[in-house]
């Protein structure tokens, strides 16, 4: 008789006994109501909790959505991570936690597209649920879009991360927000100037948070597309999934051509979204990877074009 068939001859105890071998107990006695509207609701409770709380709600909420883009591929299923919140006032002890990831699933059934207006609806809506005068709705997403080789035309994909929050109050309106960070190609300057040949080149990481205007409209244009061109038109070289080696010869020629510190990139890219019309104000950080040090060179700028008026 082998191992197998030794295993299979094997005696074991019932699944419940096994169950109760690892602590499993009986049932005690039922005493509280099963039936919702008879059961006690804590969370509205009305009473003077002492202050009011800016906000409470859930975060880290994965779900699938789907991402409109101007860019291949134009329709895309990604993961979106959400956080969802409101305000309370003293006079309420707590949020239904429930009603958020509720209004999620409402919105997924009838096809969550991410897109501004979309969003919009959304959070008013999520704040008429919670019985608030106001909400917040975050979600963070990788985007896709079409890169092709400079010379040879090979297509692959790359991705940046982006995210968009909007912050619904009763008495003032939306407050919208997002975010791209994407990843360029940097050549050091200073190492070209001093090298007798050659110069070292890193990954840069520029992120960009930009507060978009009232009338901003995402059927005209597409903040992701924007926002990734600033980031890599100011740039040394792009990034590339796909390099024969005459694309290879082009990209680092057109690097060799272009050296940026992280200061030039965060100037250079702040002169392009000051030009963009649904831009009210904004933040740019770059971060590059150093080849030659184990550290990384930072440099953020911000810019408020309000304050122009004032």
């Given amino acids: 008789m082998n191992k197998t068939e030794l295993n299979h001859n094997k005696q074991l105890p019932s699944k419940e006994e096994r169950h109760q071998l690892f602590g499993s107990v009986n049932p005690g006695p039922r005493t509280k109501p099963v039936d919702k509207d ?8 009305k009473k003077d909790f002492l202050f009011d709380i800016d906000m409470v709600g859930i975060s880290n909420v994965k779900h699938p959505i789907r991402i409109p883009s101007k860019l291949t591929p134009e329709i895309q299923t990604t993961i979106g991570t959400f956080s969802f919140g409101s305000s309370i006032v003293k006079g309420s002890k707590g949020t239904n936690m429930s009603r958020f990831t509720e209004q999620l699933d409402k919105y997924h059934n009838e096809g969550f597209a991410i897109d501004i207006a979309t969003l919009k609806g ?4 999520l704040a008429g649920r919670l019985k608030e005068k ?17 010379y040879s035309d ?26 791209l960070t994407g990843k360029i190609t940097t050549l050091c300057p200073c190492s070209k100037e001093i090298s007798e040949y050659s110069a070292h080149n890193q990954r840069g990481n520029v992120s960009m948070t930009v507060t978009l205007t009232d009338d901003f409209d995402e059927q005209e244009i597409d903040w992701k597309a924007a926002l990734l061109e600033a980031a890599e038109s100011n740039a040394s ?8 080696r005459p694309d290879e010869k082009m990209v680092t020629e057109q690097a060799y051509e272009n050296p940026r510190f992280v200061e030039d990139i965060v100037r250079l890219v ?10 009210e104000a904004f933040s740019v950080t770059c971060r590059n990877e150093e080849s030659i040090h184990l550290h990384d060179a ?11 008026a004032e």
């Fill in 154 to 179: 090979l297509a692959g994909m790359n991705y940046a991360d982006a995210t968009i929050r909007d912050e619904y109050r009763e008495e003032t309106g939306h407050d919208v927000t997002v975010t």
């Fill in 134 to 150: 106001d909400a917040e709705v975050e979600v963070h997403f990788p985007w896709f879009f079409e890169r092709k080789g400079p």
């Fill in 122 to 125: 959304f959070t008013e809506e």
């Fill in 298 to 308: 930072v440099a953020t700028l911000s810019y408020d074009k309000k304050q122009e």
């Fill in 38 to 45: 008879k059961m006690a609701d804590l969370q509205n409770s």
């Fill in 237 to 244: 070289a792009r990034i590339h999934p796909v390099l024969k």
């Fill in 270 to 279: 702040a002169a392009d979204l000051y030009e963009l019309e649904f831009v």
